[in-house]
């Protein structure tokens, strides 16, 4: 499957569809089974306080893919990403309750890199509670 979007379609500024995600604590046990990464500040309300944390937190790798879906729903092609990188800035914390975290993810198309592979850069802005959680956010994209 190639990207849908079109590269003679976006100009910088163009935004991509908002997405918010739910983090719960039972989505971050799957993600651990998944993923391997069993270090307990992630499932463990106590080990999580002993080291100086609010409460349990996201993977910061559950978090950063979380957010690229935003991109790859837009581009309609997860392969279209040929580069996705970013910093964590806070923690998603994760409450023990019904409702969890929320993540809350927009974008918007940067700049036009090369017009003969069709690439542009996207920026992503991610926040959880009002913090943003994630920043340098960024991935190229190679459109239709």
Do not use: C
């Not at 998603?92 to 918007?108: L, Q, S």
């Amino acid at each position: 499957m190639a990207a849908r979007i079109s590269y003679r379609d976006v100009e910088p500024g163009t935004e991509l569809p908002a997405r918010t995600f739910p983090v719960t604590r039972a989505a971050l046990v799957r993600y651990a089974g998944a993923s391997g990464d069993f270090n307990p500040i992630h499932w463990n309300e106590r080990v999580a306080r002993q080291v100086g944390l609010p409460d349990v937190i996201a993977h910061g790798m559950f978090t950063m893919a979380e957010a690229a879906r935003v991109v790859t729903d837009w581009a309609g092609d997860p392969a279209a990403v040929t580069e996705y990188g970013v910093r964590f800035t806070k923690p998603v914390v994760v409450p023990d309750d019904d409702t969890g975290a929320t993540v809350e993810v927009t974008a918007k198309v940067a700049a036009k890199l090369d017009d003969e592979q069709r690439t542009v850069r996207v920026d992503l802005t991610a926040t959880s509670a009002g913090q943003k959680v994630l920043g340098m956010a960024r991935a190229v994209v190679r459109l239709a």
